[in-house]
């Protein structure tokens, strides 16, 4: 529908104005960062259009060019989607603390934390990605060891030496292992709950804790350590 053919004080615009942002559905909200339509159809037309086919989670996976191209060809309209998608990215990181280049000593006390810091980085990963984080005494982050292993994960495929080796060259109190389900579902494999087994046992050996293992999914997250008496054999 045309924004002209939509009575006056049913327009996003003044929806927004007159009752509140949280009274627009996602097509109007994107109406209004668009302004106006591209070739032939409305802002809220074209809003409608991109969020049945794809939603604002899969918008991001488009190229530059292909994204333009589900806008009519209007690069403008896919800047702006991108630069959309990253200022909700941003202030993610505001709110809940999120992954940048600053975690060093920022403190993790649950899982949650965890997902909480790392969701927006392992959910565009297309391959699971195991990847570990160093903590000291205080459980404030010295560093974070990405892609120790890459793909499927398999016990006989990762050896402790490749955890414990980073942990032992950072004098690292404790590490928490943490990899992602491309997916979308965080529930472990059995290889997932094996391979833990396999690495708590061995931290216990050198006198480094294995805090967690925890599994990011779309939204939600899976922790080791919270199921930890549905892991037992």
């Known amino acids: 529908m045309k924004i002209k053919d939509i009575p006056w004080f049913n327009r996003p615009g003044f929806k927004l104005t007159g009752k509140g942002v949280n009274t627009l559905d996602d097509a109007e909200l994107l109406s209004i960062i668009f302004g106006v339509g591209s070739k032939g159809e409305s802002a809220l037309e074209l809003s ?86 160093l903590l000291d005494t205080k459980n404030k982050i010295i560093s974070f060891k990405e892609g120790i292993t890459i793909g499927i994960l398999n016990s006989s495929l990762i050896h402790p030496r490749e955890i ?9 109190n404790s590490v928490i292992l943490v990899h992602n389900h491309p997916s979308g579902d965080p529930n472990p494999s059995q290889k ?40 037992a054999p």
């Open 164 to 172: 414990f080796k980073e942990a032992i060259k950072e004098s690292a």
């Open 192 to 231: 997932d709950i094996e391979i833990t087994k396999k690495i708590f046992e061995a931290g216990e050996l050198l006198g480094i804790n294995v805090l967690d293992h925890v599994i990011i999914g779309d939204e939600g997250y899976w922790s080791y350590k919270e199921n930890q008496s549905n892991n």
């Open 48 to 133: 409608n259009k991109l969020l049945k086919k794809y939603n604002f989670n899969k918008l991001e996976d488009l190229s530059i060019k292909n994204l333009a191209k589900e806008c009519n060809g209007n690069f403008n309209k896919a800047l702006q989607i991108i630069s959309l998608i990253e200022i909700c990215k941003r202030y993610n990181k505001l709110i809940k603390g999120g992954y940048d280049n600053k975690i060093r000593h920022k403190t993790i006390n649950s899982a949650k934390d965890v997902k909480n810091i790392f969701i927006d980085k392992f959910r565009n990963y297309k391959k699971e990605v195991l990847s570990i984080i």
